[in-house]
């Protein structure tokens, strides 16, 4: 499969104008071109696909004006900026890269034979260096450090000398990348999945000093959330539950919610110790002029690299003077 055939497509869910509000909550993402690689986040939707693919099946349909088209050279460098965490809120974050390559693992499973497949494994090579090269110890760049700051700003404010229990909703990818950076507390799992419970508890006992256990559901599950100081949500909002997770809270707990914006919480706003995505974009943003020299370097890695993946399949081929044109 050549490059030139290679088509993304994305939604980025913050940046829709209002007029299209309507059309995008009437929006299924799920029944848009079914059969294409697919990475739902909670800030963008994106889609990877041939040309070939994309007409048929669109099937004569128009794309929706919300959705932005991206083909070749430049589907490939937005596809390594959205990899290296450049087009996310959290700038440079590394947990999308993860969220990234477990969608991809699902629909590879599903769909073995697709010609996607070199593409996205050169798509990962380049990731990994970009990322070696202009965004590691960036400091702060990550869902885990965030919340550890928050929760540290948290406990200064109220001159507490520690945070007493913290409970962690969910273990899934995000709850595993934030789960070390609680090490220094009294940590409680709780999940709908306990074998990925256990396997999360087994991989933090090794570096929490403070102790890791499984909080089982029902009324130890309620217990936990009564009692903790700190509750870290790593699971989507959910209006059918969010009451009931809401009454048994304690009245100076704080609640740092990774699943979604201020304006997907709800009855979440009420809470006073609240926090969610929009409150962790923000304190990153306050940190953000230490890494904007990186990033802007990573951008430019990221549109050399593809720049260069449209000359060949390989980058060890070597290349005539005349191909350095592209770089002009």
């Not at 995008?24 to 693919?53: I, M, N, Y």
């Not at 006073?272 to 990153?284: S, T």
């Amino acid at each position: 499969m050549q490059l030139a055939s290679l088509r993304l497509l994305n939604i980025t869910k913050a940046k829709v104008k209002a007029a299209h509000q309507a059309d995008l909550a009437a929006f299924h993402a799920e029944s848009f071109l079914p059969g294409e690689f697919r990475l739902d986040s909670c800030q963008r939707v994106l889609w990877l696909c041939t040309e070939e693919s994309l007409k048929a099946a669109l099937c004569g349909r128009a794309v929706p004006s919300f959705v932005e088209v991206f083909a070749g050279t430049s589907a490939y460098q937005f596809l390594l900026r959205v990899a290296t965490g450049l087009e996310s809120q959290l700038v440079g974050e590394t947990d999308i890269f993860g969220q990234l390559k477990e969608a991809w693992k699902k629909f590879e499973a599903a769909t073995p034979a697709t010609p996607l497949k070199s593409w996205i494994q050169r798509a990962f090579e380049d990731t990994k260096e970009i990322r070696s090269a202009h965004l590691q110890s960036q400091g702060g760049a990550t869902y885990g450090s965030l919340v550890r700051r928050m929760i540290r700003d948290h406990l200064e404010r109220a001159e507490a000398p520690e945070a007493g229990p913290v409970l962690l909703v969910g273990a899934g990818a995000l709850a595993a990348a934030v789960a070390p950076y609680l090490s220094d507390y009294e940590t409680h799992l709780t999940n709908r999945s306990q074998d990925k419970l256990e396997t999360l508890k087994q991989e933090l006992s090794h570096a929490s000093g403070a102790g890791v256990s499984i909080v089982s559901p029902g009324e130890m599950e309620a217990l936990a959330w009564q009692q903790a100081a700190v509750v870290v949500v790593c699971i989507p909002m959910d209006s059918t539950e969010d009451s009931e997770r809401i009454s048994r809270l304690r009245g100076d707990a704080l609640v740092i919610h990774l699943g979604g914006m201020r304006h997907q919480a709800g009855e979440w706003t009420e809470v006073p110790g609240f926090r969610c995505l929009d409150d962790v974009f923000g304190l990153q943003k306050s940190q953000n002029s230490v890494r904007s020299l990186r990033c802007a370097h990573a951008i430019k890695a990221c549109e050399d690299r593809a720049k260069l993946r449209s000359l060949g399949a390989s980058l060890a081929i070597p290349h005539g003077w005349e191909d350095l044109a592209v770089f002009a």
